[in-house]
């Protein structure tokens, strides 16, 4: 049985690897930023955001409730457009 300790280093450890590839989601975001300004597109899609959203809920195996990884996963594509926005200034 693990102890409290064992399930606080694991979610750091687990914490480490979101930030991580949150990191890299943003770097790929950043990338998309150009490619969207010369070919006049906006930085918000959001028939692409909906099929971000339902790829997410269709890989979730639980026990986090579909409507929570939604909310997650928009602020997550709030911050990437910032993102975007910022760059583009």
């Known amino acids: ?22 990191s890299r989601r943003a ?15 906006p930085v918000r899609e959001p028939k692409r955001e909906r099929v971000v959203l339902d790829n997410v809920l269709a890989s979730n195996p639980g026990p986090l409730p579909n409507e ?7 602020v997550v594509m709030q911050e990437m457009r910032a993102m975007q926005r910022q760059r583009d200034d």
């Open 1 to 22: 049985m693990k102890r409290l300790s064992d399930w606080r280093k694991e979610i750091d450890l687990l914490d480490r690897k979101v930030v991580a590839l949150l």
């Open 68 to 74: 929570a990884l939604e909310r997650i996963y928009e």
């Open 27 to 41: 770097e790929c975001a950043l990338g998309l930023a150009p490619l969207k300004r010369r070919q006049g597109m």
